[in-house]
Every structure is written in C-alpha cells, then in structure tokens.
C-alpha cells in the first residue's frame, strides 16, 4: 500500500491565483481530514470527511473548499490565494470515528503565496 | 475538548531514557490519550494510545496514573533519530485531533 499520498510536493501561488491539492489513500479509510501547520506551530484541521459525500469544516475552514466523491480522494481547493495561506499543507485518513485515534498522514504539500 | 499542556522543548544524550509529561486536567471519562511524533517536513506518525494505567508498544511506553490527569511518554534508549517534535493528544470518539506546540525532543550525541 502506498498509504496517503499528496501531489504537488510544492507549489508558489500569486495572490489571487487558485489551486486544487490533491490527496489520496489506497487504505480503504472512511474519514480523511486535512490540516495545515504553520512554522513552528501544530497541525490545524481546515476540513474533514467521514465518507464520500459528507463533509465538515474544521478549525480552519475559510478560504478553503473541499469535495468527496470517492473514498480514495479528498481534494482541498483554495479559490483566492492569499499570502495568510503560506503553509504546509497535510493530508491525513483513518479507519473509522470509534476512540482509535490512529491517522495516517501524506507527506505534505508546501505552498507559498506571494 | 481537553486542554493539554507539555514541555516546548527537552534535551537528551543517546542511549538515554526520555519522559515526556503531558497535563490533560479536565479530560472527560470517554477521552483516550495519544501521542505522535513529527520530523521535520513530514506528516506526524502515531506512536501510542491509551486509556489508563501502563501501554507498552515496540517503539514507546505509556504511563497514565488513576487519575488520568496526566500521562507520561517514555522512550527507552533514545538515539539521534529519535530527535523529533512529540505530540501529546487527548480526544474522545470523535473525529477531530487537536495538535497543540509539542514537545521539541533534540538528542545529542
């Protein structure tokens, strides 16, 4: 299995521009989540989903946008990059809601907008 | 959501035993407590999980006392690749994490 997997590794934005992230698990995992994280900071979870076709915001989800429409993929969407938008970008997946808290991450997207 | 609080940063030598303490004051009854690992420009990796009392995996130990207001991470004879960002964890059945700072482990030779 080759887990989760994120596509592009980096990428520079121009404000204004717009960009799909891709993410993808070969695990058969129901929920998916992304998260950002900012220099020396923690993870912050922008969106999740708990099967295809339902979807959640997270802490935060402004200026993003995400879909499900498989099991395997979980894109995430900015429509109007801005400079606060300068992250590492993770994508994460996990077998199911019960108290079993393992995730299982991609290697990170990092982008900078400027 | 349960608060927790941990060390920014620790320091230790190879071959060492490492503990890491987390504070969780107000967990709730149904919350569990994991920790993960980060190294620079990757995603975290699960290490550990528990509920109470003493987990124990290949890679780490988990101690939670009675009262599981606080849990301790040990790692048993660090090397230099065990250097890495520590992640304490605590969450009941749902499906959101909360990643505070954690805990910047730095071992050195």
């Known amino acids: 299995n080759a887990g989760v997997t994120q596509t592009p590794k980096f990428r520079i934005l121009k404000i204004g521009q717009s960009m799909t992230l891709q993410c993808t698990q070969d695990m058969n995992h129901n929920y998916m989540y992304w998260y950002r994280q900012d220099p020396g900071m923690g993870l912050k979870l922008i969106y999740y989903s708990v099967g295809a076709g339902i979807t959640d915001k997270g802490e935060v989800p402004n200026g993003y946008n995400v879909s499900r429409s498989t099991t395997e993929d979980f894109p995430l969407r900015l429509e109007l990059a801005a400079p606060s938008q300068t992250s590492v970008y993770f994508c994460?997946?996990?077998?199911?809601?019960?108290?079993?808290?393992?995730?299982?991450f991609g290697p990170g997207t990092r982008l900078t907008v400027l | 959501l349960a608060k927790t609080t941990q060390p920014i940063s620790m320091d230790s030598y190879e071959g060492q035993e490492v503990n890491i303490t987390c504070s969780h004051n107000n967990i709730a009854t149904n919350d569990y407590i994991t920790w993960y690992q980060q190294f620079p420009s990757q995603g975290p990796r699960f290490i550990i999980q528990?509920?109470?009392t003493k987990v124990t995996n290949e890679v780490a130990s988990l101690f939670i006392p009675a009262d599981r207001k606080s849990s301790t991470l040990s790692l048993p004879r660090v090397s230099l690749s065990d250097t890495a960002v520590y992640y304490c964890?605590?969450?009941?059945?749902?499906?959101?994490?909360?990643f505070g700072k954690g805990t910047m482990l730095l071992v050195s030779p």
């Open positions: 528990g509920y109470k």
């Open positions: 964890l605590v969450r009941s059945g749902y499906s959101t994490l909360t």
């Open positions: 994460a997946s996990s077998r199911s809601e019960s108290s079993y808290n393992e995730q299982f």
